[in-house]
């Protein structure tokens, strides 16, 4: 199975802040890397597909980049709101996907 | 607006089973593949299992296969998880999730909507 690796594993920031995680692949994946957020006590919310492409309704403020095996997720101006955690997941080695151990973003 | 809503959750001892279900609405339920999704208490997401929309292709992580059987009913736009010779690390909330396609997991795909997951607890 693809391993995917996301740092830091945790992350304080500040309103206002800009943030970036990161995710790495244990091969490459091309662009087939997708971004979630899970606020505490709730399902994940799909934030970006296909590494770069937002999703329908979500701010802005976030953005994607990356190909093969390093990709970001990157929020411009944090709002009070994004304090949760952000997990990528692989569509790569269809049909077994896989998650990264996700990225705690607390203030 | 599509809704998905699971249930049949709750504690099992070592060894046993249970079903879970998941309810959709809102979209055509047969024109998608779902996915089971787990995440143990403090812990990471791990996909579990999936089925086309036609219940055509059905696929397993090594960690439940030959234990836990998917299917689903499409005149009923219900999902289910059998989840048979249950063990104490199957303790996890479970989520079901529509595919963005009828394909299970498919290059580029990605789960467009979850529901609110149900808890599942193996102990004794």
């Known amino acids: 199975d693809i391993q995917m690796t996301q740092s830091p594993s945790s992350l304080s920031a500040s309103v206002g802040d800009r943030v970036t995680i990161t995710c790495r692949a244990s091969q490459s994946i091309s662009n087939y890397l997708n971004w979630y957020q899970q606020k505490s006590g709730k399902a994940p919310k799909l934030l970006v597909y296909t590494a770069s492409n937002l999703q329908s309704g979500v701010p802005s403020r976030f953005s994607g980049s990356g190909y093969g095996t390093d990709f970001t997720l990157t929020i411009s101006s944090l709002q009070p709101e994004d304090f949760a955690t952000y997990y990528c997941q692989q569509s790569y080695g269809s049909p077994r996907v896989t998650f990264g151990q996700g990225t705690r973003l607390e203030i | 607006e599509v809704q998905l809503l699971e249930s049949g959750g709750g504690l099992v001892q070592p060894g046993g089973s249970l079903r879970l279900s998941c309810g959709a609405s809102?979209?055509?339920?047969?024109?998608?593949?779902m996915s089971w999704v787990r995440q143990a208490p403090g812990k990471g997401l791990e996909w579990v299992s999936g089925?086309?929309?036609?219940?055509?292709?059905?696929y397993y992580a090594d960690s439940v296969k030959g234990r836990f059987t998917v299917s689903r009913e499409n005149s009923k736009n219900t999902l289910y998880l059998q989840m048979n010779s249950l063990r104490v690390e199957d303790t996890a909330e479970y989520y079901c999730?529509?595919?963005?396609?009828?394909?299970?997991?498919?290059?580029?795909?990605?789960?467009?909507?979850w529901g609110q997951g149900t808890l599942v607890t193996v102990s004794s």
């Open positions: 089925i086309s929309g036609s219940a055509g292709n059905i």
């Open positions: 809102g979209f055509s339920f047969s024109s998608y593949a």
């Open positions: 999730a529509k595919d963005r396609g009828p394909l299970v997991n498919s290059k580029g795909g990605y789960f467009q909507q």
